[in-house]
């Protein structure tokens, strides 16, 4: 039985853990690959380690009589979007700035760090401030994902395609049978049941009567999709979305973000470097638009996130994660192979799969009071659900009611492809 | 009982009529007035005369051998958005044409309407088309809406203010006692059960699992929109989702679109004429986030597009329309009498009201085959559905399962707000 | 000898004429056409026809007691640029005004007209603004100009490529053989001497030292400038300015203003339709970027403005104007054949000639107090001068001291282009 | 008497200095420094550094036999604006590189120093670069100006203020009498007679007549400036040009850069941290329009280039320099003391002095062949010209016939005000 000792123990231990993560993931960096910003959406890695470390410190530290800041100016630099806090520093322009410099924000990181062990080492400061840890800890994990997106996009912005950590690929494991798992129409329980941690939009729990609908047991290939882009996939309008139409003829692309066609072949940039394409992997870097297209061009559809969630709980949270990836010397990428057996492959990490479901919050959702209710609630609108995780998502972040969101028309991220169909419902 | 030629003579009596209705709201316009495009979301009157007109050309005539256009650039000129006829003259240029002018716009609805007329005395040319005449005559209907909103856009935007129509307003009445109306939870039927036209994006009829909810029994009235303003609702960043904020802050607007301060009194332009705000009206000209804003403020929600359905049914299609307005002598706008003693008020006229749904396809949508497949499907993304019609709509063109969409940052329409709330379930 | 009874009729005289010649010149358009505003730098022709009156009525009928203004909104509505005047209508919106329509300008004309009668009718009146008439005739005259190259912008946008005017175009003379003026190194008094009406940019008179140079005895011909494109001239970054070069990479255009590529030919759209282009003819509508690029391309150079000045003493004020143009049912446009047989050819009318003379003041240059000192002055800075006058230009307008100027990148003119080259000068 | 030996020993000891410095400049910048671009303008100090270096491989290096470029990569990325070169990577976008870095970069200086030291060493090799060598490092003084110009922007965006380099300022002398030195008019030689080195735009030597003007003995002062202030200088549309009032509305400041208001005083930042505005020190960073916005307030005008190069040739080039002020531990900027006691004072140093001179190739100008040619002549268009070299400037860079230039707008640099006066010319 665990005592609340050993509970505290377990949290500091995963602060440790974490906090410590977000460092290594900028190990092979130099200061100046940490403070670029190529697009608004891209923060400089430098801006995330502030960031995450301004979060302890203004939502735990700060509300400690006696805590002295380690820079007032920081809570306006490294605030990024809580009003109830203060003003934030313009986020597109977090690029232009050159100080604190990265040994600056070491040296803050410490001296959070420190503090915070002290609210470990009193038993009703971690009483109070436990729940506030939790929501600081998976709040870094999300921006350590970002660390690594963004950077993806800094380098990928680069001529000389610098390489973010040499990693080897393996040829993939050729694709399971395509196959579609059924599902039966019924009304089913969806979002968060309130057992272990969760984001307050997974909440409340609530019913949603869904038709019947199939899901196909594996993503979107890389195979798959050069198929829809040789069939003319982004010259044909009548398979795009009116928006993403407008989207594609501006930025003029023709493929995946990061991808370029050589010769016969298509290219990528990974973080291990510019590769040719294996066709076996999973695509990602698509938009829902692309996502959407692809769905429309194959005859199927994107399933919602009550589909995806309903589908998912027929399997563990397993997958290739970054924290796993990482420590066996593989790329941060849509791995090249599976564990298990499941009937259905990859639900967890990879690629964050797009729902046809736009962001909204559950019936009854209300976010909480003060700064922490601006966490998400306010960003429910124009962006969609992804589900399942990526190949950039810690393992112990991600759950089968997880919900991350973005524009439609982001490629940025890590973000794949999973098809479903279900026959119209008769009356 | 209804012949199949008393049909015919009844269709063609509605196009005549819905024909003539165009003209009839352009009667008080000068040729200048009718070719000015004021934002990009707006166009001028008489691109919506040549363009309701080319619907019938392309979609009808055109598909008939032997038919000679009228001019062969039109196919062109006044294509709005359908990539399957072909390409189209820059939507945000309409306003940069001054050829064909309203003269010879006028000229070519005559020649349409002539051909129009060989059609409807043709049984079987009558039989093969009596479908698309039927959207055709839905879609003039949406222009004739649109004719009312961009030229009141277009009259606003002149520093003299000039009038559409002379009309009379009337001191409205009171509001009815706040109320609210509970429905229960259940399962609920949703969507077009196909008696009787509906547009595709109404079908198909499905299930949906609906929370307990309680819908309020009257409109948001300019006087509790004012009390919303004078409380800061403009200045106070947690009621507002992010990207509204970002919307306010960058177009700087504390009031909703057409009003404007005059010491202490807000006036308000209308299609009669600038006047001083009456608190008992419906508020009206609000985005989707001053709608979504307000509802925060006032502790209660937007209806989801289930929920307003759903209450929609207990009262029929009957309240203030343009048809009746006009004819009436009333002006264009929410309307200072409402008819009947309904417990539940306005549901329909007057104004649009916003609800909380993202504009989605129902479950198994799928849009026709062809050109007329562009019509609602392909602009399901960053919009929200309205419900119920408004004081510029006709009356025969709305129905309870009516969907109209528009992205949450418009607010030239007839939009406004009508409150929900409802407990979170529970498990 | 003239009685000052004879100077007040002969200017009344003027007056009428050329308030009639701007209703003659849209006297073929239509009121949508009036009202249409294709870039910011385009007027619609109302509004030229409403600022002109506005002028008469601000700077002479304001300052008269008891005058009665047509519409008090007006000041506002029509004032160009005026700050000491009061506030403007932003210029870039012009085109989104429909009222006051065509016949209501109109009406304003006539009032205005009639109010100026009583002026011309009054001994003391006349004296006191004798010199304000002057500068609101040359005024008009100048907008009289735009009204035709800004509908030929409007015209031209048209997918329809209406005419503005039928006329016919003969085949035109073959150039002259090509011949270089020499003119000897000296001290040159420039600008005004004060006999005449002049602008107060053409002054003060004032000496400066000009080098040996040679004038081009012509016009660059189209066809000219078509072996410029022919031998890559926008494609090679060497013969541009590097401000040039940006602007014709953003803009995308490989020929001067209006021409198109059909087959092997060039054709261009004109104010008697689209045509094949003459080779003969004086190339016009480039920018200055473009005349300097020819320039540099032929090595040769444009003339400076004092270069221009000196040379163009050798010959009388004797052209292609827009006067005697359409009195003679020609097109307005660069003319088919040139009168007289001076050395020099085509120094006015038929297009302005662009110099290499960035538009300043001259030595001692002061506007003169009040509004009208904004006339000229404020505009010295990011554009060039241009000398000679056009087709659009009438023969009364314009003097051997004239000075036009526009933005490099202006193209909407009858711009053309003459080459001058002069040995480097030795110490 | 200096043998041959001896001027490749001077040019190799001055090549060695003028690197130097370079470094010396970014000695107290850490790596992130180095990576900021602020603003289209501002370059960061890395590329600078890069840049250079490019410059002396690109015209001297890669021209010899043999030689093995640093990094193939460079030639695309360090090349700023010569076509003729090649590609250039885009300039707006140098702050989105983070490779090479600092240290790499340092290496690329190493390498190429290197290299050039074989060129010193061989006779032959030197004889046929020494012009092209004299160029680079001429060029690489330019650049050390930018280098202080920009990170000054850099660091001043920052809400952190930070300090350049520590510096003290002293109170400043007060202002000499204000006189006002006559000269006659003439006609005069300008530009570069061919002693020593020059660069193509101050050829060739030429004559100009030049009423008799006056000019002031001595630079516009923060006092005089604010006075212009607080008389409403930065209200009142009658002073200013038309395009500098529309940037001053859309940029909304209203005192030179790097001012703002503290209570009721002006403090401003400086290379040597924030500091309350001193009176007597000359006024810096305004822009061409606001120099003569301040010039007609004070009715006066600024100098054309060819008065302030024949004024001063009465005095020698002296004055605060940035390699005597950082050598004496002073700030770089306008000084608080001035040398001797010169009837006209500061011509040379302290600020930029904005003339009245559009930038314009001298009569007979033309490029030299090959991509050097585009050095200067391609930006002869839409800037205007300052004189006299800066705080910023190293004291051996500059000449009585140097000539800068920058677009009107620009406020970054050290530009300031020198006044003159003159009465119209009569004939």
């Given at each position: 039985m665990t005592t609340p000792d050993s509970a505290a123990s377990i949290l500091a231990a995963r602060y440790q853990k974490i906090r410590a993560f977000s460092l290594e993931l900028c190990s092979t960096l130099s200061a100046e690959d940490c403070g670029?910003?190529?697009?608004?959406d891209v923060s400089p890695a430098r801006w995330h380690l502030a960031h995450t470390t301004w979060f302890f410190e203004t939502f735990i530290l700060a509300k400690r009589p006696g805590h002295k800041p380690f820079d007032a100016n920081f809570t306006y630099l490294?605030?990024?979007?809580?009003n109830a806090v203060g003003d934030q520093y313009p986020r597109h322009q977090?690029?232009?700035?050159?100080?604190?410099n990265l040994a600056e924000v070491q040296e803050y990181r410490r001296y959070v760090d420190e503090c915070m062990a002290d609210v470990f080492a009193s038993e009703e400061a971690l009483a109070d401030a436990a729940e506030r840890i939790e929501v600081g800890l998976h709040h870094e994990q999300q921006h350590q994902e970002l660390i690594l997106t963004d950077i993806k996009h800094v380098l990928a912005h680069n001529?000389?395609?610098?390489?973010y950590r040499e990693a080897s690929f393996m040829k993939a494991d050729p694709p399971a049978v395509d196959r579609w798992i059924q599902h039966a129409e019924g009304t089913y329980w969806i979002g968060a049941?309130?057992?272990?941690f969760s984001f307050?939009?997974?909440?409340?729990?609530h019913r949603e009567f869904i038709d019947a609908f199939e899901l196909n047991s594996d993503l979107v290939s890389c195979g798959d999709y050069i198929e829809f882009i040789e069939d003319g996939g982004y010259r044909r309008?009548?398979?795009?979305l009116s928006l993403g139409w407008e989207d594609l003829r501006e930025q003029?692309?023709?493929?995946?973000?990061y991808w370029r066609r050589v010769g016969n072949a298509y290219h990528h940039y990974t973080l291990a470097g510019e590769l040719e394409v294996d066709p076996a992997l999973p695509v990602c870097h698509v938009s829902y638009f692309e996502a959407d297209a692809f769905a429309r061009w194959s005859g199927a559809r994107l399933p919602t996130e009550a589909e995806w969630e309903v589908a998912s709980?027929?399997?563990?949270?397993?997958g290739n994660f970054v924290d796993s990836l990482l420590s066996a010397g593989?790329?941060?990428?849509?791995?090249?192979s599976v564990a298990g057996d499941a009937?259905?492959?990859?639900?967890?990490?990879?690629v964050w799969e797009w729902t046809a479901s736009p962001y909204t919050g559950y019936p009854g959702f209300s976010p909480p009071e003060g700064?922490?209710?601006?966490?998400?609630?306010?960003?429910?609108?124009n962006q969609y659900v992804l589900r399942g995780g990526s190949?950039?998502?810690?393992?112990?972040?991600?759950?089968?009611?997880y919900r991350n969101f973005f524009p439609?028309?982001?490629?940025?991220?890590?973000s794949g492809i999973r098809l479903a169909r279900g026959s119209a419902p008769k009356r």
């Open positions: 670029i910003q190529t697009m608004p490294f605030n990024s979007y809580y977090r690029g232009l700035l050159s100080r604190p001529p000389l395609f610098p390489v049941s309130g057992d272990g307050d939009n997974e909440s409340p729990s309008p009548e398979l795009w003029r692309f023709g493929a995946p973000l709980k027929s399997v563990a949270v397993d593989r790329a941060v990428h849509p791995a090249d009937p259905i492959r990859r639900m967890f990490g990879d700064a922490l209710g601006e966490y998400n609630g306010k960003f429910m609108c190949c950039a998502t810690s393992r112990d972040h991600i759950r089968h009611t439609p028309e982001a490629r940025w991220q890590f």
